[in-house]
């Protein structure tokens, strides 16, 4: 077989380069005879072209804010502070003072409100787990008022376009005396579940201020607070449940919250603070499934207090140096977002931007990268009737118009004397005006 001799390698690659040069070039001189420019008159410039037109309010199509934001503000029924403002009045009066928050609502342009329906074991409906609420009826007797306020509270928002958050406080049975039965078992309403299960409940702290609690370590006690409170959810139409940041009570110097025996009886041999923070987890996490199975549209949000932990205790905790829910209170808030336990979150940064102890400006960041990458909504809760009065440390300012005792939805008042009993129009400032926040401080008590 002829066999034709190969040519030399350096030949070969020359051959290569001459022909893709002329390839360029001719494809060059192509593009260059078709070429019709638009403006011929147009200036060669370095600057980047235009991705479109420029809206206002929009950065590369996307807006600057949320297109959807929650605004609205806690409205607290115990010891009268928000609302009703008075014990025992007539359901056309209660009736007239709602619908005047509610217009306030609007009038803010909010689209939320979080109504206190079971502030201590008691319930704004008619519930076969609860006796009726003092601060609605004035008595402790567990008589029906006659009508459904919970009915005409949901109606009332959804009419006017506002969702309605069911505010909830889980264990909590009682309010201290004198205004409330404090821990005094004569003075609950005959119906009042810790009269017929006495072993659920505790006391805490001892002296004036006691009041009773519904046992979080005894899982019965547990189930039962909360088949009263998806009673509501299954019977009405409300489009959240809400928690604030009473879990486990607040420590009282010296004392210690005494469940010894529901220690000794469910511990497991857990450290009993681990053992406290399990029982506040499942509570959290079970509230949850049940929700989802029950009525899936309807959010759970908890507004904790606003420090989960200390940077100077924990790695993984926040730049400040105050009380911490987790070791205090055992609310691991951190956890219940990473585990998706939370339709949404609401922590209370009360605090002034520069306040040593909690700095607002170091908080926020905190809480915004904890939830991200999760479905936990992160709503701020603002602490707008501080607005006005002196931060910690600061110098006193030289305006003089810093009322701040006019009665708000929600405020930390104690003194009847800051609370205005003429409703929501004697208020001289609006409850929030904050966008992208459930503004609103839950009342101390």
């Known amino acids: 077989m002829f066999r034709v001799p190969r040519p030399p390698v350096r030949l070969t690659l020359a051959l290569a380069s001459v022909l893709f040069a002329v390839g360029v070039l001719g494809l060059g001189l192509v593009r260059a005879a078709f070429y019709d420019p638009a403006d011929p008159g147009a200036t060669w410039s370095s600057a980047p072209p235009a991705a479109g037109p420029v809206v206002a309010g929009k950065c590369g199509g996307v807006p600057l804010r949320a297109t959807r934001s929650t605004r609205g503000f806690w409205l607290t029924t115990v010891m009268n502070i928000d609302w009703p403002s008075r014990q025992g009045l007539p359901e056309a009066q209660v009736k007239a003072e709602y619908d005047k928050w509610l217009d306030l609502a609007v009038a803010q ?11 201590s074991g008691d319930a704004f409906w008619p519930s076969e787990f609860a006796p009726w609420s003092e601060w609605l009826t004035g008595k402790r007797d ?10 005409y509270m949901v109606a009332g928002a959804h009419a006017r376009n506002l969702e309605f958050h069911a505010w909830f406080n889980p264990y909590r049975g009682t309010q201290p005396g004198p205004g409330g039965p404090g821990a005094d078992f004569s003075k609950l309403a005959p119906n009042h579940p810790l009269l017929a299960h006495r072993d659920w409940a505790l006391a805490y702290p001892q002296g004036k201020s006691a009041r009773l609690y519904f046992d979080p370590g005894i899982p019965a006690a547990r189930k039962f607070v909360e088949d009263s409170m998806l009673e509501a959810v299954q019977k009405y139409d409300i489009d959240g449940v809400h928690f604030d940041d009473f879990f486990y009570p607040y420590p009282q110097a010296g004392q210690d919250f005494p469940d010894d025996a529901s220690y000794a009886a469910y ?10 923070r399990d029982n506040v987890d499942t509570l959290v996490r079970e509230m949850n499934e049940r929700i989802k199975a029950l009525k899936p549209w309807v959010k759970f949000g908890i ?3 606003g420090i989960w932990r200390n940077l100077d205790t924990d790695p993984d905790g926040s730049d400040s140096h105050g009380l911490e829910a987790y070791d205090a209170i055992y609310a691991d808030t951190r956890k219940w977002v990473q585990e998706g336990w939370l339709d949404y979150i609401v922590p209370q940064l009360y605090w002034n931007i520069g306040f040593a102890k909690a700095d607002y400006a170091k908080l926020l960041p905190w809480w915004v990268n904890l939830v991200k990458g999760t479905k936990v909504q992160l709503w701020i809760g603002q602490g707008d009737y501080r607005v006005g009065r002196r931060a910690p440390g600061a110098t006193r300012p030289r305006s003089t118009s810093t009322s701040t005792s006019t009665r708000r939805p929600g405020c930390w008042a104690r003194s009847t004397s800051a609370r205005n009993r003429s409703g929501p129009t004697g208020s001289a400032r609006s409850p929030a005006t904050t966008t992208t926040t459930t503004p609103r401080p839950p009342c101390r008590r």
């Open 109 to 119: 342009h909010h689209n939320a409100v979080f109504v206190h329906v079971r502030p």
């Open 267 to 276: 511990g497991k041999g857990k450290a009993r603070a681990d053992w406290r």
């Open 142 to 151: 567990g008589q029906s008022p006659g009508w459904d306020p919970m009915a």
């Open 303 to 305: 507004s904790p207090f």
